[in-house]
């Protein structure tokens, strides 16, 4: 019984003596300014969450050199979320909660960005998204915005595309149960339907599915001109080799998930003639190429893919916006009143020039651009030129 | 309209998978039989045959094309890796599993767990947590006959599970180790007074199950890619396809393997329902089965006699 006495004591002062250290810490972090990360670090999907930090903590490595804002120090604190919605709730609650961030990058996905977003919206703090196309995520709230096409402008164009520029009259879809396969299946189905054209068949599998051999049978008793392949890597690549493996020669569609350079990786020559509507490709700026240059200079020869370059940007916007707040006045103590005018200062963003080209969002937090389309040929990927659709036709842009 | 000559290639596909399926699920019946007890670590012990037969074949193969050294360094490295795993499986069962054997029976499987979590970590660890492509030793491309589709590699898969059935079966059937096998599987305390070495019989029995894994493990990466979660969601259908068939029976677990693959590859397109519902299918047909037959298709229904 004593015994027992005595080790509760010492547990209690062991927590006491962490309590104290913890609170010191936090009153020396009073000169750094925060920004919270959210994505996929470590699982299958880990590529996107690595490129996206990396160019974030990228950026915010150029900006301490350059003096930090308002002469504080920025720190990149980046959470795991493996892609799930319930590891990134944690994630969004340990950053918010407990390190005090202004404002979050991320999260990457689609699903547990959703989840986020309502969060950021009913405590106030301001999220962007380099990564999540699901067309439902900035209309949570007002304090959402994404350096990232929404689905719905995604979809538009390639449905347009495949049907007006190519000429398809039937196709077919493969896509995976996520919130982002689904959107941009279905947003494509709808849009290529009103056109005039024939969906033969709307074929399902699972995240983490490696055998889509039926599918893709389905898929070809019904003969469609080409199959629309809207979803992650791994999945693409698998379906890609799959459909060579059974002799099918039809062509491929995919969405910006396949602008990942790990693609190549995974499905190598099979990736063959697979067109794709993604980011579109920034005006030729030197602020791209150094973009991408210092990135493979930091990450041991790495190439970013678009999302990355999305974070770079929307680490930048956000240094624009958290520069401005200390100019009107506002002050890390109060955090609350400091992530809401972050807020104002983010709508207030006006033709940002960034690695991207010129970036304003609309008034809902959606960037406001148009769709790069690109033709893999020998594992490279070509562009094919950037297109909006104006009046219900497509619009070559450049 | 799904068409009898698709049916027949989903057929076909499905085998391929249960092949897969069948060799693993081998692993977890004889362990089964033996010792009463499920070894959950036996999904990771295919993760670890799938890097071990990449990595050997890969360091073998070096820079060289040659088509016929490719074939060979696969097969070697298919030997490797089944003698690794081997020496691996004898390990985890002295280290985690045999201190335990008289203990509650809940404490060999959670250790069973945390081995399995062990060994999926730590591959995470060492080789990050990419899938890894499985270079072909060949050349796929598939062969096409009357609109059926196979490729070699496919070929392949059922034929190295075809002969390594054979040879467990001849192996249990027709050998003095086989024959204390089958005993120990029987009675225990009694095959110890026979003068059977039990914990030898156990060791082989691990050494055996965890070859045929690394087999599978190397067969898998063709269609699943090698990754350190991997022996996850494999094992776990293999070792339903153990219990499908009759747990405890070797000739079971062939059967559920494969029937458990056809189930995945035709199930949806002949209901009707969306593909990504494919598991779900092949789950509730198995809980049908097991309700009609708990002992599983070929287990012996074995009741404790008054």
Redesign the interface.
Known sequence: MRMKNVLVLALVALLAVFSVSAGGASEEDANVIKIGFIGPL???N??YGIRCSNAARLAINEINEAGGINGMQLQLIAEDSQGAVDRAISSYEKLAYTDNVVAIIGPVFTSPALAVAQRCYEDGIVMITPSATHKDVTSVGNWVYRTVPSDSLQSEVAAHYFYEVLGYRSIACLY??NDYSQGLAEGVEEIFTALGGTITSM????V????F???L??I??TNPEAIYIPNYT?EDA?ILEQA????MSIPFLSSDGFSDP?IY??A?DFTEGVIYVGPAQAEASTLLSDFQEAYSAAYNGDAPDSFATNSYDAMYILRDAVTRVFENGGALSDIDAFRSMVNDEMKATDDFQGANGTINFAANGDMVASQGVYRVENQTPIYLGSFQVVDNHIVQVD | MTTLIQYLQYFLNGITLGAIYALIALGYTMVYGILKFINFAHGDILMVGAYTGLLTYTALLGDSTNGAWMLIAFFLAMLVSMAFCAILGMFIEKVAYKPLRNANRLAPLLSAIGVSFILSNGAAWIFGTQSRRFPYPFDDTPIVIAGLSITPHQILTIVVSIIMMIVLTSFVNKTRMGKAMRATSLDQPTSELMGIDVNHVISMTFAIGSALAAVGGILASFDFRVSASMGTMTGLKAFVAAVIGGIGNIQGAMLGGIILGILESVGAPLLGIPSSLRDAIAFAVLIIILLVKPDGILGKNEREKV
């Open positions: 470590t699982g299958d880990a590529n995976a149960m074929q399902t599998c699972m983490g599915d490696r055998d051999r039926t599918q049978g389905e070809r008793s791994v698998q060579s493996q059974l002799g790990e990786n995974l190598g």
